[in-house]
């Protein structure tokens, strides 16, 4: 996987530990830098759209500048913490909000972080979910947002 992020083919995130406020040593979540390369291993298979989704919002993150890790908490996982500068954001990427079950999940990710920087949620719905102060966007919107 080294000899991969020195080619420049994936990148790779820390895992942070929320609650210890940590970087997890050891740990940690790759994604492509060219979404054309999961085409190649995926031949026949039917696509992930939910992980390229994630990774699409990963490789944004970095083009506006974050440093993106992956949020670890002790029952869930936060798909992105990006940080710029003195700004932070929490992000979930799913590809829909089908059910209850996701909803929850999604949403419910965030039970644990007790502080005030802004949570989202991204997915492809056009309905707007948000709701106890996370704020649902549709991902294609969010990514035509400026983010300066």
Sequence with gaps: MEYMCKAMLINKADRYDVRGKRILNGKYKYYLTDLGLGQIKNVGKRPQLGAYLENIVYNELLSCGYDVKVGNLER????????????????????????????DREFGAYEGIMDNYPKYVLSMDKFDFSQNGIIHKNVIDWLCEQKS
Excluded: S
């Design 76 to 103: 869930a996982e936060i798909d992105f913490i990006a940080t710029r500068f003195n700004e932070k954001i929490y992000i979930q990427v799913a590809y829909m909000l089908t059910d209850e079950n996701v909803i």
